[in-house]
């Protein structure tokens, strides 16, 4: 992958305490960036591995610099906070990455209307609640982007139908971010939606996709951590308004064996992916 260091630029996340959100703080703070993660996870949970506080330590560790902001983005006050904590660090604000998501990928009779709700709220407005807060300080960045971690919008009957809520959930992530390719274009923002084109092995696969059997057949989070980088360095003005998918952005790269990424030889396709 072409070098274009992220060095001293200031990436914003939702999320990130684990997964592809730690993967993608870990790569940008390879390449030199700061790196403020908003998350809930203050303390360890038995169920699921890291904390806001480890995965800041990881990103230090990995070269960059970390600012570890305890709070929910759904919360308008924590987002607000999160920014200003950020501006305050780091002097400002280079990138807006929407990762934070709630996963409950059921039928419309089996989804308890609590986890509908969770879903809408984490990735609709926690989505828009960040970078509403961002933008103010990207139309000041010589760099800026925004990068939702959501889906082509297929409208296909097949993925419409395996479960509504979900996919409503995060095509609404990709609308509003395609929306402010358009709203934003002439502030020189950036807005792109990134997915993986396989199942990525982290704990929410783990937990709700299939267990032990479905990540060893799926990737690592570092294929989504290396294509946002990739997204992430390109000239804003000549990058905005794509749905991306994974391979295709790391083969414009340069990448075309994946096999640095894990999976099986029969890697599932994710959800909204044609093959």
Request: charged share 20%; aromatic share 4%.
């Given at each position: 992958?072409?070098?274009?260091?992220?060095?001293?630029?200031?990436?914003?996340?939702?999320g990130?305490?684990?997964?592809?959100?730690?993967?993608?703080?870990?790569?940008?703070?390879?390449?030199?960036?700061?790196?403020?993660?908003?998350?809930?996870?203050?303390?360890?949970?038995?169920?699921?591995?890291?904390?806001?506080?480890?995965?800041?330590?990881?990103?230090?560790?990995?070269?960059?610099?970390?600012?570890?902001?305890v709070g929910?983005?759904?919360?308008?006050?924590?987002?607000?906070?999160?920014?200003?904590?950020?501006?305050?660090?780091?002097?400002?604000?280079?990138?807006?990455?929407?990762?934070?998501?709630?996963?409950?990928?059921?039928?419309?009779?089996?989804?308890?209307?609590?986890?509908?709700?969770?879903?809408?709220?984490?990735?609709?407005?926690?989505?828009f609640l960040?970078?509403?807060?961002?933008?103010?300080?990207?139309?000041?960045?010589?760099?800026?982007?925004?990068?939702?971690?959501?889906?082509?919008?297929?409208?296909?009957?097949?993925?419409?139908?395996?479960?509504?809520?979900?996919?409503?959930?995060?095509?609404?992530?990709?609308?509003?971010?395609?929306?402010?390719?358009?709203?934003?274009?002439?502030?020189?923002?950036?807005?792109?939606?990134?997915?993986?084109?396989?199942?990525?092995?982290?704990?929410?696969?783990?937990?709700?996709?299939?267990?032990?059997?479905s990540?060893?057949?799926?990737?690592?989070?570092?294929?989504?951590?290396?294509?946002?980088?990739?997204?992430?360095?390109?000239?804003?003005?000549?990058?905005?308004?794509?749905?991306?998918?994974?391979?295709?952005?790391?083969?414009?790269?340069?990448i075309?064996?994946?096999?640095?990424?894990?999976?099986?030889?029969?890697?599932?396709?994710?959800?909204?992916?044609?093959?």
């Amino acid at each position: 992958m072409t070098s274009r260091p992220l060095a001293g630029r200031t990436l914003l996340m939702s999320g990130g305490s684990r997964g592809i959100g730690l993967a993608i703080g870990i790569a940008a703070g390879r390449l030199g960036a700061n790196v403020t993660l908003l998350a809930k996870t203050d303390t360890p949970d038995p169920r699921l591995p890291g904390t806001v506080h480890t995965a800041a330590a990881e990103i230090e560790a990995a070269g960059g610099q970390a600012l570890a902001v305890v709070g929910d983005v759904r919360d308008e006050a924590s987002v607000q906070r999160a920014v200003d904590e950020t501006v305050a660090r780091f002097g400002g604000i280079d990138f807006c990455v929407n990762n934070a998501s709630a996963l409950a990928p059921l039928k419309t009779e089996e989804l308890p209307v609590k986890r509908f709700d969770l879903m809408q709220q984490i990735q609709l407005r926690g989505t828009f609640l960040l970078t509403r807060a961002a933008i103010p300080h990207l139309r000041r960045s010589p760099h800026p982007h925004i990068l939702s971690l959501s889906p082509p919008v297929n409208l296909a009957p097949h993925w419409m139908g395996l479960h509504p809520a979900y996919t409503l959930a995060k095509y609404g992530m990709t609308l509003l971010t395609l929306g402010w390719a358009a709203e934003l274009a002439e502030a020189g923002i950036a807005a792109n939606a990134l997915w993986p084109r396989t199942l990525i092995a982290t704990a929410a696969v783990r937990n709700m996709l299939g267990g032990d059997a479905s990540m060893q057949r799926a990737r690592s989070p570092e294929i989504m951590a290396d294509a946002a980088v990739a997204i992430l360095q390109r000239p804003p003005r000549d990058c905005t308004g794509q749905t991306f998918i994974d391979e295709d952005v790391l083969r414009a790269e340069g990448i075309t064996d994946f096999s640095r990424y894990g999976g099986g030889s029969d890697v599932l396709l994710d959800l909204y992916v044609d093959p």
